[in-house]
Structures are given as structure tokens and as C-alpha cells.
């Protein structure tokens, strides 16, 4: 087990005034599953950003894993499925991809149309695949069911569950973050990091119109 340390972080966007993280401190086990918590706008997902070394910040990150962010940013979605399948990882195994489009439905046929021609469920499906098919890093999810059927909801999250690693998750459907086995919740814009709880989780949903995880 190892640490991600953050240290007197302070980030805001170039274009607002306020503070998304203003001289904020906490620390992450690396085994742990976390999830997140706060009103939009509060940081989740720039949270995530900062940690793929994606922002400029003052303060520090110190961190010895490797992190992988789901979704994986698709440059050309006019190219073959099978062409961006190389483009986000490009070490995957085919066989790896295709068994796990499989067991989340998704026929071998898609792999040879341009990716901009699958639908929103099957392109997340099929990135979702590349992910479960590859040996992962630390994993940095990101609304992973949208547009996700809750058939599938049950297989990905049954396959977080099982990972052995740390997952952080932003989601927006609670059901999905208890499968997933969470026992750590981060609350920002604070960065204080509590125990999990469906009473917690039910306390910030009803806080927030059941929007913001």
C-alpha cells in the first residue's frame, strides 16, 4: 500500500474568480475504493483532471501509481472502431476486447464501423471493454454509466468490484457506487475523506435534489 498525498492544493479555472480548491490538504490510501461527494461544480471531475497532470495548480500532488482516467478521450470519431481501439491503449489484445464486448453485448460487427456510427451505449460499452481488457493502473472513473442499460450497470460494476486496486469514481447513480463495494468517501470542495455509509450517501443526495455524488 502506498499514499497519494495532496498538499496545500489551490486551483482555479483562468477565465473565473473563485477557488475550485483554496489551500487544501488530504491523503488516499492506494487500496482503497472512493467515491465523491459535492455539489456540482465543487471539483470531482477537476479533481481527476489535476491528478492526470492536466491543470496548472499551486501546492503539491505526490502520488507513485500510475493513474488511467475512464472515459478515454476518442481524437477521431470518424475512424474504425478497431483503429481507436489502438489509439486509447495502444498495447491492447484484440481477443481481450472482443471477450469483454461480449459479455457486455456488444457484437464483433461494431469494431469495423467508423466509432461516430455506434451508438452512445455502445461507444461506452466498447471503451468500458479496452479498460476491463487491459492490466490497469490506478483508476480514475468518471460518470461510467451513462447511457448504460442497468443490465450493464450490473456487469461493470460487478467487474470494479472484483478489481484489485484503487478505484476513485465520480457517479451520479448511487446504486451503482454501493455496488462497486465503496468504503471511502471524498467531500469537496473540503477534501475531508470519511468512512462510507448509505446514510451519508443518502444525506448528500437528498442535499443535493439526488443530482451530485
Known amino acids: 500500500m502506498s499514499m497519494i498525498q495532496i498538499s496545500d492544493l489551490t486551483f482555479s479555472y483562468d477565465t473565473s474568480f473563485d477557488y475550485i480548491f483554496e489551500h487544501v490538504s488530504f491523503q488516499i490510501d492506494t487500496d482503497w475504493k472512493l467515491g465523491f461527494t459535492g455539489r456540482n461544480g465543487r471539483g470531482k ?57 461480449s459479455q457486455l453485448g456488444v457484437p464483433d460487427e461494431v469494431l469495423y464501423r467508423p466509432f461516430q456510427t455506434l451508438s452512445n451505449g455502445e461507444q461506452t460499452k466498447v471503451l468500458l471493454a479496452v479498460l476491463f481488457g487491459k492490466e490497469n493502473n490506478f483508476l480514475l472513473i468518471d460518470e461510467p454509466t451513462n ?67
Not at 448511487?174 to 455496488?179: D, I, K, L, N
Not at 477534501?191 to 443518502?202: I, Q, T
Open 45 to 101: 471531475t477537476t479533481f481527476l483532471k489535476l491528478l492526470m497532470g492536466e491543470y496548472e495548480y499551486r501546492g503539491s500532488i505526490a502520488a507513485s501509481v500510475k493513474f488511467d482516467y475512464f472515459p478515454y478521450p476518442v481524437k477521431d470519431p470518424t475512424a474504425l472502431t478497431v483503429d481507436v481501439l489502438e489509439s486509447v491503449d495502444p498495447q491492447y489484445e484484440l481477443w481481450k476486447v472482443m471477450k469483454e464486448m
Open 147 to 213: 447511457h448504460l442499460d442497468p443490465e450493464t450497470q450490473s456487469i461493470i460494476g460487478r467487474n470494479f468490484q472484483l478489481f484489485e486496486g484503487t478505484i476513485m469514481v465520480v457517479s451520479h447513480n448511487p446504486w451503482f457506487v454501493e455496488q462497486i463495494g465503496i468504503n471511502r468517501v471524498l467531500l469537496l470542495p473540503g477534501g475531508r475523506v470519511v468512512d462510507y455509509s448509505r446514510e451519508l450517501l443518502e444525506y448528500y443526495y437528498g442535499l443535493n435534489n439526488k443530482e451530485d455524488l
